[in-house]
């Protein structure tokens, strides 16, 4: 590789082609043939071993962002030597799927699998009926199903290879299994390549101190992927926990207590917005205005509130907050959110500012339909009656809202877990509660339209 470089891909990409050239004219004929094998060349930064002693190291990714290339390539690592019949650092190794049949097709025979990754002198050889391989210095790798723990007694390894433990039926059983069995030489590890899910094997597995992790979402490896599969789920999926997790990679964790779960806000999403007779933007304002600030949540809500109270249904039209904008700045913001969605009503809270934050509103606007709110009970308890509206599926949520349901799932019975304060959930709080629970005390309904 380039001296200074972390990838010589990237630099490949960004040289000139007289650079290029005078690169690649530089290497052995054994030197060029051997680079398409060298992955650290190649590597992309997630898919580099962490320095240091660490037992498991957990590969975290978007759906092909590269962990089954970086699974395979490190198992490589482990049983190659300086030539292909020298010894490597591991001579057993775990292998161990969902079933065997995608161990064999994902793990091993896969494009990005260990046969595909192999050079052709250190390529293994495939044992069908007993279910492993067998490199030309000796090692073996063998085959197990998480669906047979019991698999797992009685060998035992020196290094192990976990692919997509999140979804496993009986991870915890497996896992444990496992650990009994990585039991040969003088530091035995393993590699875990998962898409996160919020599972307790998972959560317990990174909270190891001897866990460390790398981590990046699907595009990170978007030269290797469909444009048209990029933009597809990109459009589909990005802005919500499903994308979060699938496509960004991300470890969402449910907190005890919480009021709202990742889960149950997945399963209220609407894909088509319903007809609507009323539509609230709410603000909660920030205490100062510097980029070190809280946010000022905004958030617009819309609802159908005709007929008996109990059939009333809303909908979380946008989430418009802004951090670190003027008292101006955030009144032009939820000024504008009013003119996007036609709204009937700005609903602030103003216990921070008083008349003051009236004031800068109708100074953009001085005929917005306005309402003060203040807060007399704490955030917990004003947010509990709206989660019960969650509770009776009253309310649905557009896609893009991942900020906000972020916030939502931290709020619990000890109060809010996150970090600064809960603004967009706050702004939420107050919509739904004016077109739903102070609605339904006889606040005027205007004529049905739709959007």
């Known amino acids: 590789m380039p001296p200074g470089t972390r990838s010589g891909a990237a630099w490949l990409?960004?040289?000139t082609q007289?650079?290029?050239d005078e690169f690649l004219g530089g290497l052995s004929d054994n030197a060029l043939l051997s680079l398409p094998w060298l992955f650290e060349f190649w590597a992309l930064p997630h898919q580099l071993p962490p320095p240091g002693a660490w037992k498991t190291w957990v590969i975290m990714g978007g759906r092909g962002a590269g962990k089954?290339?970086?699974?395979a390539e490190w198992v490589r690592s482990q049983v190659e030597g300086p030539t292909p019949e020298?010894?490597?650092?591991a001579r057993r190794v775990?292998?161990?799927g969902e079933t065997v049949d995608q161990v064999r097709e994902v793990m091993i025979m896969g494009d990005s699998g260990i046969l595909a990754c192999s050079p052709p002198d250190r390529r293994p050889e495939w044992q069908a009926t007993r279910k492993r391989l067998v490199w030309p210095n000796g090692a073996e790798a063998m085959v197990f199903s998480a669906h047979d723990p019991d698999s797992l007694r009685g060998p035992q390894f020196d290094a192990a290879w976990v692919d997509e433990l999140a979804k496993w039926k009986k991870g915890q059983e497996t896992w444990d299994m496992l650990q009994f069995a990585l039991r040969l030489g003088e530091h035995p590890q393993q590699v875990v390549t998962t898409t996160p899910q919020n599972v307790a094997v998972l959560k317990a597995i990174m909270k190891n101190p001897s866990t460390v992790s790398t981590h990046a979402p699907t595009s990170a490896n978007k030269a290797y992927l469909a444009k048209s599969f990029l933009e597809e789920v990109t459009a589909r999926?990005?802005?919500d926990s499903l994308g979060r997790q699938e496509l960004e990679g991300e470890l969402l964790e449910d907190l005890e207590g919480a009021l709202w779960s990742h889960h149950r806000l997945d399963a209220i999403r609407v894909e088509e917005v319903p007809r609507l007779n009323r539509i609230v933007v709410a603000v909660d304002p920030p205490v100062t205005s510097t980029k070190a600030s809280d946010e000022c949540g905004i958030v617009v809500v819309g609802a159908m509130t005709e007929g008996p109270v109990n059939t009333w249904r809303a909908v979380v039209l946008e989430d418009a907050s802004v951090k670190g904008a003027s008292p101006d700045g955030w009144a032009r913001a939820a000024v504008a959110a009013m003119e996007r969605h036609n709204a009937d009503r700005m609903v602030v809270e103003t216990n921070q500012g008083g008349e003051m934050v009236e004031q800068v509103v109708r100074s953009i606007d001085p005929l917005v339909p306005f309402k003060r709110v203040t807060a007399t009970k704490g955030k917990y308890l004003r947010a509990e009656p709206v989660a019960a509206l969650y509770?009776?599926?009253r309310v649905a949520h557009v896609r893009g809202l991942a900020k906000l349901e972020e916030q939502m799932c931290q709020m619990t019975h000890a109060g809010y877990q996150g970090k600064g304060s809960p603004d967009r959930m706050d702004?939420?709080?107050w919509a739904l509660t004016e077109v739903l629970i102070e609605g339904s005390k006889g606040i005027g309904k205007p004529q049905v339209r739709g959007l």
């Open 86 to 89: 020298a010894p490597g650092r």
């Open 68 to 71: 089954t290339r970086a699974g």
């Open 427 to 429: 702004a939420l709080v």
């Open 13 to 15: 990409a960004s040289a």
């Open 237 to 239: 999926y990005a802005g």
């Open 94 to 96: 775990a292998l161990v």
């Open 391 to 393: 509770e009776q599926g």
């Open 18 to 20: 007289e650079k290029v």
